[in-house]
Nanobody, 121 residues
Framework: QVQLVESGGGLVQAGGSLRLVCGGS????????MSWYRQAPGKEREFVAA????????SYANSVKGRFTVSRNIAKNTVDLQMDNLKPEDTAIYYCHAVYEDSWGTEYTYWGRGTQVTVSS
């Protein structure tokens, strides 16, 4: 079982950058498909970005494509989300998500507690 902890959130002006880090303990994160989600006040949680266990594939929500980059740091056992050219509409709590499927097809899913990102105009 893996425990996920997000860090790196904060307050930034529009056009600025932040780097979120999802740290894993208990197991190596490169065994998991990893993704970032976010939830703004009054809205449902939405997908932001994902990176496969092999780190060869990444996908992004259209709203962040070209501005956000997801990557793995295997040495540190983290999955990072580099966020550039931030916009006020990026304001949300950002959550790290891990999924593992065993050889029997059973899926295990884990969430972190989230980190707040606030972008001022």
């Amino acid at each position: 079982q893996v425990q996920l902890v997000e860090s790196g959130g904060g307050l930034v002006q529009a056009g600025g950058s932040l780097r979120l880090v999802c740290g894993g303990s208990g197991e190596p994160l490169n065994s998991y498909d990893m993704s970032w989600y976010r939830q703004a006040p009054g809205k449902e949680r939405e997908f932001v970005a994902a990176i496969g266990w092999s780190a060869n594939s990444a996908s992004y929500a259209n709203s962040v494509k070209g501005r956000f980059t997801v990557s793995r740091n295997i040495a540190k056992n983290t999955v990072d989300l580099q966020m550039d050219n931030l916009k006020p509409e990026d304001t949300a709590i950002y959550y790290c998500h891990a999924v593992y499927e065993d050889s029997w097809g059973t899926e295990y899913t884990y969430w972190g507690r989230g980190t707040q990102v606030t972008v001022s105009s």
